[in-house]
């Protein structure tokens, strides 16, 4: 697993490399999987931009996000479908046919989450996909004691979790206390992964992807299992590594 410390925010660096991969995709499909939270959102303005100028396109991309919140959709300004219109999807010359994210109003969650799966597999798997981590050291929405083979599946969340998302909604009460996740084995199928990290509170999870003995009780080392992943971290994400 390989380490790019940045100066300033991991979300430059990231779209750079998003920008490199599609550029050598050429006419190609190129399926890109897309995490939500504050990391990542450098990086969507960035691509934004880039596409703007002409930089890139998105026309053959198809895009599947990591997660999204049971009984929440796009009406609801804490959706993660929400957040990816008004932060990304508004702004790029993707097709709307080609957007995937996990439907958290579905009738049968289940169902929805093995058609996801399945989706992907049609779409011919994941080229690369971008991250961010959770505190707790989580990937998407799996937390602590996720299987590394898991699938997408319901999920809860943990106490912790809640808590630290709570100040996007207007109190922690509103959180959803369940979601639809990408499993750690549907994150380690991806091609490549790439995972942000920014700030003095993604320190401990960022030094335990390294350091850390390769378990479930700490998801982010799983991506020691993976031939090509690297973290971007800035250097108060990275300030514990030895
Ligand atoms: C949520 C998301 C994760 C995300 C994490 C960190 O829990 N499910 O996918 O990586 O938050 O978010 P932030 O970048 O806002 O710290």
Redesign the pocket.
Known sequence: MKLIITDGDPGTKAAEIVKEKLLAAGDKKFVLSL??????LGMYKNLARMNADGEITFKNVITFN??EYEGLGIESDQS?RYFMENNFFKFIDIKKENINIPNGLASDLNAECEEYERKIKAAGGIDLLV?????NG????NEPGSPFDSKTRVVELTED?IN??AR?FANAADVPRR?L?MGVGTILGAREILV?A??A??AEAVRAAFEAPVNPECVITALRNHPNAVIIADKEAASLIK
């Open positions: 995490p939500t939270g504050g990391t990542p990591l997660d993660y991250a961010g981590v959770g505190e989580h990937l998407a929405f979790t630290v998302n996007y979601a996740s942000l920014s700030g509170k993604k």
